[in-house]
């Protein structure tokens, strides 16, 4: 059974930086291209970017216009772990944090989420 | 990039059918047979429903179909049952520059 759980979310001062943590298990996490999807409450998904697998993409990221240049994504295969690293942080990134899997263009799997509130 | 146009709220009775459509333009939901479909409950993860314009995951009730024509994809709920009710989100691949965009979403509400 897949597994995804996110970790690392909390209250953050604007400009501040906080990172995120999922923890895979249950599939090949090592073949398995990533991603991050947030929700800003009450509102509707958004795709923050993606990190491709190592061995055959070499692990290379894409980012949505939004948080381009100020948001990271990469992983350690070795322990199952997926990250966001968040900087310039902005009141309109609070929002729930969901990782995900991707599948043929979609996102057959998420976590629970993790809150990420941005406020003074 | 904007969102993906839904409809905000669709309804029926268990029993009926329902169809959300879910709006684009010929870069994302026009240009290519990657649209999914997400089901969420208040306070859940969202969960995929529907891929590929038309393909259900595995579990996933076969009351459950997609479809496109155009820059317009279309889930239908067939059967509506009470536990359908919830929010439904559209996705669309839109190119290597853009990647994903999602829809508004639609509540919809079993009577």
């Known amino acids: 059974e897949v597994q995804l759980e996110e970790s690392g979310g909390g209250l953050v001062k604007p400009g501040g930086s906080l990172r995120l943590s999922c923890a895979a298990s249950?599939?090949?996490?090592?073949?398995?291209?990533m991603s991050w999807v947030r929700q800003a409450p009450g509102e509707g998904l958004e795709w923050l970017g993606l990190?491709?697998?190592?061995?055959?993409?070499?692990?290379?990221?894409d980012y949505a216009a939004p948080v381009k240049g100020r948001f990271t994504i990469s992983r350690d295969d070795s322990n199952y772990m997926l990250y966001l690293q968040m900087n310039s942080l902005k009141t309109e990134d609070t929002g729930v944090y969901y990782c995900?899997?991707?599948?043929?263009?979609?996102?057959?799997?998420w976590g629970q989420g993790t809150l990420v509130t941005v406020s003074s | 990039q904007s969102a993906l146009t839904q409809p905000r709220s669709v309804s029926g009775s268990p029993g009926q059918s329902v169809t959300i459509s879910c709006t684009g333009t010929s870069s994302d939901v026009g240009g290519y047979n990657y649209v999914s479909w997400y089901q969420q409950h208040p306070g859940k993860a969202p969960k995929l429903m529907i891929y590929?314009?038309?393909t259900r995951p595995s579990g996933v009730p076969d009351r459950f179909s997609g479809s496109k024509s155009g820059n317009t994809a279309s889930l239908t709920i067939s059967g509506l049952q009470a536990e359908d009710d919830a929010d439904y989100y559209c996705?669309?691949?839109?190119?290597?520059?853009?990647?994903?965009?999602f829809g508004t979403g639609t509540k919809v509400t079993v009577l």
């Open positions: 590929d314009v038309s």
């Open positions: 995900t899997t991707v599948g043929s263009a979609s996102f057959p799997d």
């Open positions: 249950g599939f090949s996490f090592t073949n398995a291209w």
């Open positions: 996705c669309s691949y839109a190119g290597t520059y853009v990647h994903y965009v």
């Open positions: 990190i491709k697998s190592y061995s055959h993409d070499g692990a290379t990221t």
